[in-house]
């Protein structure tokens, strides 16, 4: 079992920036495919940005694109998320998530990377509050 815990969140003025983590344990072998979420209250779950392993493709959805950059480790145990510009409507609890990479997957990471019904691993989320 993969345990994921998220830090980094906090309270933010709109413009400013935060550095999300998320430590991963129990990687005993293999790779994973990781991915960060966020649900804000009123709204549906939705993908923040992904990362393949081995490349190292990044995925981010278009509200996120060019703000945030999602990154790990060399160990592949951390997962990181830069914030940058964040606006009022990037509030939301943030979660990481992770799934063990396999063949198939990787050959259709592109039809799933952002449906949190792919992801095996979640942390507790980190709480990200953006005032104007």
């Known amino acids: 079992q993969v345990h994921l815990v998220e830090s980094g969140g906090g309270s933010v003025q709109a413009g400013g920036s935060l550095r999300l983590a998320c430590a991963a344990s129990?990687?005993?072998?293999?790779?994973?495919?990781w991915a960060w979420f966020r649900h804000a209250p009123g709204k549906e779950r939705e993908a923040v940005a992904a990362i393949r392993p081995f490349g190292g493709t990044t995925y981010y959805a278009d509200s996120m694109k060019g703000r945030f950059t999602i990154s790990q480790d060399n160990a592949k145990t951390t997962l990181y998320l830069q914030m940058n510009s964040l606006k009022p409507e990037d509030t939301a609890m943030y979660y990481c998530a992770a799934v063990e990479s396999t063949l198939v997957r990787a050959r259709t990471y592109a039809i799933w990377w952002n449906n949190e019904n792919s992801y095996e691993h979640w942390g507790q989320g980190t709480q990200v509050t953006v005032s104007s």
């Open positions: 129990e990687f005993t072998s293999g790779n994973y495919f």
